[in-house]
Antibody, heavy 125, light 112 residues
Framework: EVQLVESGGGLVQPGGSLRLSCAASGFTFSAYGMNWVRQAPGKGLEWVSYISSSHTTMYYADSVKGRFTISRDKAKNSLYLQMNSLRAEDTAMYYC??????????????????WGKGTTVTVSS | QSVLTQPPSVSGAPGQRVTISCTGSSSNIGAGYDVQWYQQVPGTAPKLLIYGNSNRPSGVPDRFSGSKSGTSASLAISGLQAEDEADYYCQSYDSSLSGFRVFGTGTKVTVL
């Protein structure tokens, strides 16, 4: 079964750090780009970060750039998000999502096709 | 606030057809970037409904359809069912954003 399982969330004080993990199983992890997406309580989805399958390309939302670092470990089939200098506005459910693809003659399509159940991060004193 | 704007809510009776718009600009949908749609039942993770503007992943009912024109995209749900009550998000790419990826503001679909 294709599956993503997040862990590492919790309560942290403003200015603190947290490292989220996402364990992948049931597919060839190294073949896919991966994303982190978050959702603040009662709010919509916000894309946070992306890392390519080859580890060479990383993107970040402006709201987290310079504070968060995405990484992955092929041997452990795992995705990570190191979060530093946390703020109250980082409080959210954090999801990891696989970047699926469909290569056709006319176009290459990319989409987030597998999602974990999420891990909750609360930043509060 | 997102660069992709959706109506906060839409509603319809069972069996009816509803549409959700996703309005962008020349730096995202209008630039030719593809649009995806996700369904999120409260308390659960999002689920991919449509990719590449109009393609349905296997397992998604053909009651769901997507289209794109100009700087906007739309998701249509025909034969509305009680189980379709959820939040729906469009997603695309924007060349003005450092990370490119962006979600719409989200739409709550209520089945009357």
């Amino acid at each position: 079964e294709v599956q993503l399982v997040e862990s590492g969330g919790g309560l942290v004080q403003p200015g603190g750090s947290l490292r989220l993990s996402c364990a992948a199983s049931g597919f060839t992890f190294s073949a896919y780009g991966m994303n982190w997406v978050r959702q603040a309580p009662g709010k919509g989805l916000e894309w946070v970060s992306y890392i390519s399958s080859s580890h060479t390309t990383m993107y970040y939302a402006d709201s987290v750039k310079g504070r968060f670092t995405i990484s992955r470990d092929k041997a452990k089939n795992s995705l990570y998000l190191q979060m530093n200098s946390l703020r109250a506005e980082d409080t959210a459910m954090y999801y990891c999502a696989r970047e699926g693809f469909d290569y056709r003659v006319e176009n290459h399509y990319y989409y987030m096709d597998v999602w974990g159940k999420g891990t909750t991060v609360t930043v509060s004193s | 606030q997102s660069v992709l704007t959706q109506p906060p809510s839409v509603s319809g009776a069972p069996g009816q057809r509803v549409t959700i718009s996703c309005t962008g600009s020349s730096s995202n949908i209008g630039a030719g970037y593809d649009v995806q749609w996700y369904q999120q039942v409260p308390g659960t993770a999002p689920k991919l409904l449509i990719y590449g503007n109009s393609n349905r992943p296997s397992g998604v009912p053909d009651r769901f359809s997507g289209s794109k024109s100009g700087t906007s995209a739309s998701l249509a749900i025909s034969g509305l069912q009680a189980e379709d009550e959820a939040d729906y998000y469009c997603q695309s790419y924007d060349s003005s954003l450092s990370g490119f990826r962006v979600f719409g503001t989200g739409t709550k679909v209520t089945v009357l």
